[in-house]
């Protein structure tokens, strides 16, 4: 098999309200989706949703490193080479993890088609039947935020992830706010998204939290800084994520061996798509370390995606892929049953993609030949 075209679509994925991050406020959610066409008529969808906070890429930016540097390369290439593709990618450009994991999630669908096989049967085999979704609360007045969240469990979620990370007093109102409206039935976990900069603003936060009983905190300090979290990890009882400052298997040997959290948050925009995504869950299984699939709030492609590492492997015990619920409109057909995902016995991916709307979506676009 061969690869023998590159469809390129930046698209913009229309929110049915504003989330707000403490770095940023997304009114749509900017993805550059990847078809890529074989010789044997078998086509493959991957996606890739760049965020310069977290990985340090852009939307246009990997639209163009894809269309001018890594499909190129790719033709006439065998796409069920997955180990051989991501030795050359990475032997093209160092870094821009979402550029190639647009490439890898397509070459695993690819490669699902071919077999007749869901991506999670090829990578492990099916471990869990289902995983309960995490409603995602976005930053808003405490008030508002405990509205939304207790208008979720009516809907019959029984966990959320509250977006903080500006000032620790108004994050401490938020969460105060929340575990009220809920009860304390209901998990909670806080994503700081960096906001706390540092470890002693962290732990005075940390402090005051205690009683809220917290499932745990997620990424409070700035990325680079293992020691910060690992300072934190020593001084509090809350569980402690690593989020930002785990990309590849350099980060993770530093955060095991500084003891530097108690779980992960495996992305793969932020590794470079399912087969680094593996690589990781390997080396924290191998630490004692529980794993989660984040997400960047990509469409049902790399959603999918991120389902099928999750369903395969044991220490994956929680996700967060929640894009497609979030969007007015979708380029593809993943299907929820809130409170849980259950992904089907489809071959691939085990989506359909809407190729109207894809067009509707699309800002621009290339083929590679």
């Known amino acids: 098999m061969k690869i023998t075209a590159v469809h390129l679509y930046a698209i913009r994925l229309p929110l049915n309200k504003p989330f707000i991050v403490s770095y940023e406020t997304y009114h749509d959610m900017p993805s550059v989706i990847v078809k890529i066409e074989t010789d044997e008529g078998i086509s493959g969808y991957g996606e890739g949703v760049a965020d310069e906070h977290v990985t340090g890429e852009t939307w246009e930016g990997t639209f163009h490193i894809i269309r001018n540097t890594l499909a ?171 989020d930002e400052g785990l990309k590849s298997m350099r980060e993770m040997r530093e955060v095991i061996m500084k003891r530097a959290a108690d779980k992960v948050n495996i992305k793969l925009m932020k590794c470079g798509g399912i087969h680094p995504a593996i690589k990781l869950a390997h080396q924290a299984e191998m630490a004692g370390m529980e794993c989660q699939i984040g997400s960047m709030v990509e469409s049902s492609i790399g959603s999918a995606a991120g389902f099928h590492v999750a369903f395969s492997k044991k220490v994956i015990t929680s996700v967060e892929l929640t894009g497609p619920l979030k969007f007015s409109k979708d380029v593809g057909n993943l299907c929820y049953d809130v409170p849980y995902i259950r992904l089907t016995e489809k071959p691939g991916l085990g989506i359909d993609v809407d190729e109207k709307n894809l067009e509707e979506l699309t800002v621009f676009k290339e083929v590679i030949r």
Request: overall charge neutral.
């Open 72 to 242: 190129p390369a790719l033709i006439g290439k065998n796409p069920l080479e997955i180990e051989r593709i991501h030795d050359e990618m990475d032997g093209l450009l160092y870094g821009s993890p979402t550029a190639k994991a647009a490439i890898d999630i397509a070459c695993f669908d690819i490669l699902g088609k071919k077999v007749g096989q869901p991506v999670y049967q090829l990578i492990g085999g099916r471990y869990h039947k289902e995983f309960p979704i995490t409603h995602v609360l976005s930053i808003d007045d405490p008030d508002k935020m405990a509205e939304e969240a207790a208008a979720r469990v009516k809907e019959g979620y029984r966990s959320f992830k509250m977006k903080v990370g500006t000032r620790t007093d108004e994050d401490i109102k938020r969460i105060k706010a929340v575990r009220a409206r809920v009860g304390r039935d209901i998990s909670i976990r806080v994503d700081v998204n960096q906001g706390w900069r540092n470890s002693s603003t962290a732990l005075s936060a940390l402090e005051k939290l205690k009683e809220y009983g917290l499932d745990w905190i997620e990424q409070p300090v700035a990325a680079d800084d293992i020691d910060a979290l690992a300072e934190i990890k020593g001084k509090t009882n809350v569980p402690l994520m690593v």
